[in-house]
């Protein structure tokens, strides 16, 4: 069973920049697609981006300000976040798959693996 461990969240001012971690230990190359969910107060769970060996997904609320990268050596995914808005607050989690998602975005069903998650707040 694969291990996550998110880190790096915390109260930020709009506009800012933070950088969240999830250090992976366990069986990692059984894993074809890892990345990030985020769940704010009262809606449901939403796919940020995730990354396998040949693609990289970023959903519309990702798209131009986060940036998803890995160190294969340390097992540990990143995730930066710039020009952030008071609606990016939520609980991130990190996320694996042992199988290709049905579809983008993916369902959260099809993660078999899930961090304890990290609160990101946005507000002045």
């Known amino acids: 069973q694969l291990q996550l461990v998110e880190s790096g969240g915390g109260l930020v001012q709009p506009g800012g920049t933070l950088r969240l971690s999830c250090a992976a230990s366990?069986?990692?190359?059984?894993?074809?697609?890892i990345g990030w969910f985020r769940q704010a107060p009262g809606k449901e769970r939403e796919g940020v981006s995730f990354?396998?060996?040949?693609?990289?997904y970023y959903g519309d609320s990702a798209e131009g300000r986060f940036t998803i990268s890995r160190d294969n050596d340390k097992n540990i995914v990143y995730l930066q976040m710039t020009s952030l808005k008071p609606e990016d607050t939520a609980v991130y989690y990190c996320?694996?798959?042992?199988?290709?998602?049905?579809?983008?975005?993916?369902?959260?069903?099809?993660?078999?693996?899930w961090g304890q998650g990290t609160q990101v707040t946005v507000s002045s």
């Open positions: 990354m396998g060996s040949s693609l990289t």
């Open positions: 996320a694996a798959a042992r199988e290709m998602v049905r579809a983008f975005p993916p369902p959260p069903e099809d993660f078999t693996s």
């Open positions: 366990g069986f990692a190359e059984d894993y074809v697609l």
